[in-house]
């Protein structure tokens, strides 16, 4: 099966088969939870083929969330190179299929991956997520948030990764934090597309404190790698752009310190997206903190049963240029999710770490 992209992206067989590279890609660094007061979460072990209760359930996505996700909570000790960005399998996790329904789709064969880690005393339940709102379907995301809800009985469900930029001002690798998403419906007009929001405000105090941004990582963004994707780009489209043309902004160079924004426990809402929607340099979706493609279905979800839920998006292909043909944006999108979105992840990772380490 492909890796995942997120459908908020075009993907075509160019995209498929497009792998852009930067020369010399530094590594994740080790992260040191002594210096914010904090130790490293705890890898906790589980025997039987059932689920275990968690207080918390942290779920990501992509491949290269997935492995930001298995460096911040399980081997922050170590470095992690880039070529890790990639992995489909990391030790320690298990696989969930019980309780498919029946018939399903041709390669989808179970929900998701699990392990569990310690934050603060409380046990935390990280969730690689098999299902999605494009595939396998909205039915198959919501049954899959009902199992976890029915199971794990968690107090709160936070979704992490990657996102495509709304805000005009957001650089790659910005990290939005909301508790309200708002679900795009093709057929209805704006204002009648469904807000689901709860009060769930994250704690800011690991967050806040000075030594905090000493963690972050500055996206590795320079102005010859970001040349040179120009150059593969246009030799896989068979286009001529320059830089200025594909990133007229210049929000595809990363902030000299990642900027993270907690918008929970407010009205300020995320958009999910079923279809291909990007947010464009006329700034259509300003309102909203950032466009991805889950967020909104757990939201409705955990409504119902009074599970509290949050979103920890990272920005990992900003707005793009409205002069540009929807497919070009696509692409370009793409390409720059495809080369960062491994750096971009760390620091919403991070970033939830914090927000979970802050309620002890």
């Given at each position: 099966?492909?890796?995942?992209?997120?459908?908020?992206?075009?993907?075509?067989?160019?995209?498929?088969?497009?792998?852009?590279?930067?020369?010399?890609?530094?590594?994740?660094?080790?992260?040191?939870?002594?210096?914010?007061?904090?130790?490293?979460?705890?890898?906790?072990?589980?025997?039987?083929?059932?689920?275990?209760?968690?207080?918390?359930?942290?779920?990501?996505?992509?491949?290269?969330?997935?492995?930001?996700?298995?460096?911040?909570?399980?081997?922050?000790?170590?470095?992690?190179?880039?070529?890790?960005?990639?992995?489909?399998?990391?030790?320690?996790?298990?696989?969930?299929?019980?309780?498919?329904?029946?018939?399903?789709?041709?390669?989808?064969?179970?929900?998701?991956?699990?392990?569990l880690v310690e934050i603060g005393g409380k046990t935390v339940m990280l969730w690689k997520s098999n299902t999605h709102l494009d595939f396998p379907g909205e039915s198959q995301l919501t049954a899959m948030i009902k199992l976890l809800?029915?199971?794990?009985?968690?107090?709160?469900?936070?979704?992490?990764?990657?996102?495509?930029?709304?805000?005009?001002?957001?650089?790659?690798?910005?990290?939005?934090?909301?508790?309200?998403?708002?679900?795009?419906?093709?057929?209805?007009?704006?204002?009648?597309?469904?807000?689901?929001?709860?009060?769930?405000?994250?704690?800011?105090?690991?967050?806040?404190?000075?030594?905090?941004?000493?963690?972050?990582?500055?996206?590795?963004?320079?102005?010859?790698?970001?040349?040179?994707?120009?150059?593969?780009?246009?030799?896989?489209?068979?286009?001529t752009y320059t830089l200025k043309d594909l990133d007229p902004d210049g929000l595809n160079q990363g902030d000299a310190s990642a900027k993270i924004f907690d918008q929970t426990g407010g009205g300020t809402a995320l958009l999910t997206t079923p279809t291909f929607v990007v947010g464009t340099t006329d700034g259509a979706y300003q309102k909203f903190a950032a466009i991805e493609m889950d967020d909104a279905i757990i939201a409705e979800t955990c409504n119902a049963p009074g599970v509290q839920f949050g979103f920890v998006r990272n920005i990992s292909d900003p707005v793009q240029s409205a002069a540009l043909p929807a497919e070009m944006q696509g692409n370009w999108g793409s390409t720059i999710y495809d080369t960062y979105g491994f750096f971009t992840s760390y620091n919403g990772a991070l970033a939830a770490w914090a927000m979970l380490a802050g309620e002890a």
């Amino acid at each position: 099966m492909a890796t995942y992209k997120p459908a908020r992206l075009f993907v075509s067989e160019a995209q498929l088969s497009f792998q852009p590279v930067i020369e010399k890609a530094p590594p994740l660094p080790v992260i040191n939870f002594a210096s914010v007061g904090q130790v490293a979460p705890k890898l906790l072990t589980h025997s039987g083929s059932s689920l275990p209760v968690a207080d918390t359930i942290v779920i990501t996505w992509a491949d290269a969330e997935w492995a930001a996700m298995q460096h911040v909570f399980c081997a922050g000790h170590t470095t992690m190179p880039y070529s890790d960005r990639s992995e489909s399998s990391w030790s320690g996790w298990t696989k969930y299929a019980k309780n498919l329904p029946a018939n399903p789709p041709e390669d989808w064969d179970f929900w998701g991956e699990w392990r569990l880690v310690e934050i603060g005393g409380k046990t935390v339940m990280l969730w690689k997520s098999n299902t999605h709102l494009d595939f396998p379907g909205e039915s198959q995301l919501t049954a899959m948030i009902k199992l976890l809800i029915t199971e794990v009985k968690p107090k709160l469900i936070l979704s992490i990764g990657t996102a495509g930029g709304a805000k005009t001002e957001d650089h790659v690798g910005t990290v939005r934090a909301v508790s309200a998403g708002t679900l795009y419906e093709a057929d209805a007009s704006p204002s009648a597309w469904p807000d689901y929001k709860n009060a769930w405000t994250a704690n800011d105090t690991v967050l806040n404190n000075p030594a905090f941004g000493g963690l972050l990582f500055a996206i590795p963004t320079t102005m010859s790698d970001l040349d040179s994707l120009v150059t593969q780009f246009n030799k896989q489209y068979k286009t001529t752009y320059t830089l200025k043309d594909l990133d007229p902004d210049g929000l595809n160079q990363g902030d000299a310190s990642a900027k993270i924004f907690d918008q929970t426990g407010g009205g300020t809402a995320l958009l999910t997206t079923p279809t291909f929607v990007v947010g464009t340099t006329d700034g259509a979706y300003q309102k909203f903190a950032a466009i991805e493609m889950d967020d909104a279905i757990i939201a409705e979800t955990c409504n119902a049963p009074g599970v509290q839920f949050g979103f920890v998006r990272n920005i990992s292909d900003p707005v793009q240029s409205a002069a540009l043909p929807a497919e070009m944006q696509g692409n370009w999108g793409s390409t720059i999710y495809d080369t960062y979105g491994f750096f971009t992840s760390y620091n919403g990772a991070l970033a939830a770490w914090a927000m979970l380490a802050g309620e002890a």
